[in-house]
């Protein structure tokens, strides 16, 4: 199937059942040209689904602010609903930034869909998943080579089997606007040294090797999701010894991890933890071990089970959802994004759906 008629279905289907598409949009060139293409795609369908999410961090200052500002100019150009994340005035961990970044993007997704959003797209391409696929073998973290899914929840990535070098020529081939993030270059994070160092190097040995290391990776996801609707453990308060012991070791722990996965964050479930569980089950050793300093997984009486040891704190999103009718557009003053209405500025954090009477006005 190719990619135009691939994203047409998705979009007819979350039409016919009055859907919402939101595109997590972060200004720059693989964002962008997901959201061009989205909005060309309804506009040939006539239909009207899809709006932004934007979110600020201010871990880059004026450029940060810029990346907003971009992204909500176009979106009042083109007459879509602009959702905005203001995390400005939120003190970031001296460590551990992006996975601080991703928790608060996440959380927002789940209020977005929460509020009726059918979809976030994000713009997640071939060169990702290759990217995920040995990050993930390299430290034996998650889910090693099953990266990403195209479909998954509420997340759909339409360009996931895209390479890079397409979306960069419809950049260039139809002048969508973007933004460079500076962040990208700088070598400190270990996912810019696999895109910037491993991943060139890589390919410059076997060329074609990030596309094949993809397509791998698509091929095991099809074998892992069979195994997993082959053993569910959803809901499962613990995970039994006598409901895998009859699997291969692989296959075993591969249930394990999907059971801890309700309860434990992604980065804490690692091959070293699945082995020992697999072999304390096995031997009907009692065990303990902490993770991540939050949850206690234990082995106790031939099953699985998790304790949660703090309770993490809950996010209450704060957002700003903006909606321009094409009658006037308005510029407030800094730092917040306004609602207008009798010529009159009006504060509007937490608003999920602007009255569609109102004039709106964008930082």
Avoid at 156 to 172: E, H, N, Y
Avoid at 215 to 234: N, T
């Amino acid at each position: 199937m190719s990619l135009k008629t691939s994203i047409e279905s998705q979009m007819r289907e979350i039409q016919q059942r009055g859907g919402r598409i939101i595109v997590a949009c972060s200004g720059g060139r693989d964002s962008m040209v997901l959201l061009w293409t989205l909005l060309e795609t309804q506009e040939q369908l006539g239909f009207d689904l899809v709006e932004v999410a934007h979110v600020n961090y201010g871990l880059r200052g004026e450029e940060s602010d810029g990346d907003q500002e971009m992204v909500a100019q176009f979106c009042v150009k083109s007459q879509v609903r602009f959702h905005l994340l203001d995390l400005r005035s939120e003190t970031p961990p001296n460590a551990g930034i992006q996975n601080w970044a991703r928790q608060a993007r996440y959380q927002w997704f789940e209020t977005l869909v929460r509020d009726g959003v059918d979809v976030i797209a994000t713009a997640h391409h071939q060169s990702d998943l290759a990217e995920t696929v040995v990050f993930r073998l390299s430290r034996g973290v998650g889910r090693y080579v099953s990266g990403m899914r195209v479909s998954s929840g509420f997340l759909w990535r339409p360009f996931l089997q895209v390479s890079k070098g397409w979306i960069d020529a419809t950049q260039a081939g139809q002048k969508v606007p973007y933004r460079e993030d500076s962040s990208n270059a700088k070598l400190v994070y270990s996912r810019n040294r696999i895109r910037h160092e491993l991943m060139p190097r890589l390919n410059q040995l076997f060329p074609g090797a990030e596309r094949r290391v993809a397509e791998a990776a698509s091929d095991m996801d099809e074998i892992l999701r069979f195994i997993d609707d082959c053993y569910p453990v959803k809901g499962l308060t613990s995970l039994p010894w006598s409901k895998i012991e009859s699997l291969p070791e692989a296959v075993g722990r591969r249930v394990i991890a999907n059971f801890l996965r309700q309860y434990v964050p992604e980065e804490g479930i690692r091959r070293g933890l699945l082995l020992r569980l697999w072999r304390k089950l096995k031997t009907s050793s009692n065990y303990s071990e902490e993770i991540l300093g939050t949850e206690v997984v234990k082995v106790q009486s031939g099953q699985v089970l998790v304790q949660r040891k703090v309770a993490s704190p809950s996010r209450q999103a704060q957002y700003q959802s903006l909606l321009c009718l094409g009658r006037k557009v308005l510029i407030p003053p800094q730092g917040k994004a306004f609602l207008v209405q009798d010529g009159t500025w009006v504060a509007k954090d937490n608003e999920s759906r602007a009255p569609k009477t109102w004039v709106i006005g964008t930082t």
